[in-house]
């Protein structure tokens, strides 16, 4: 395991190498980042940014998407 000075260290090394990085998910909150994040492996980044914009407008926390039944996730 890593301490935490080195994983400051690897921080700094990775921030110098892409000063201008930005995410290009479109998120409000840690919960969207989260969940685009995890929709991000299997597809683009665009078409996810397509996807959760309107899957965010209807569920807007943790607590709405497990409420919801996951074929009309899929939907």
Do not use: G, W
């Not at 890593?2 to 690897?10: D, G, P, T, V, Y």
């Not at 492996?41 to 996951?70: H, M």
């Amino acid at each position: 395991m890593i301490s935490n000075k080195k994983a400051l260290e690897m921080v700094d090394v990775i921030a110098n190498m892409f000063p201008n990085a930005e995410c290009e998910l479109v998120h409000d909150n840690p919960f969207e980042l989260t969940i685009a994040v995890l929709l991000s492996a299997q597809t683009t980044d665009i078409s996810v940014n397509k996807l959760t914009k309107n899957l965010f407008q209807k569920y807007k926390t943790p607590e709405d998407l497990f409420k919801c039944r996951t074929n009309r996730i899929r939907k």
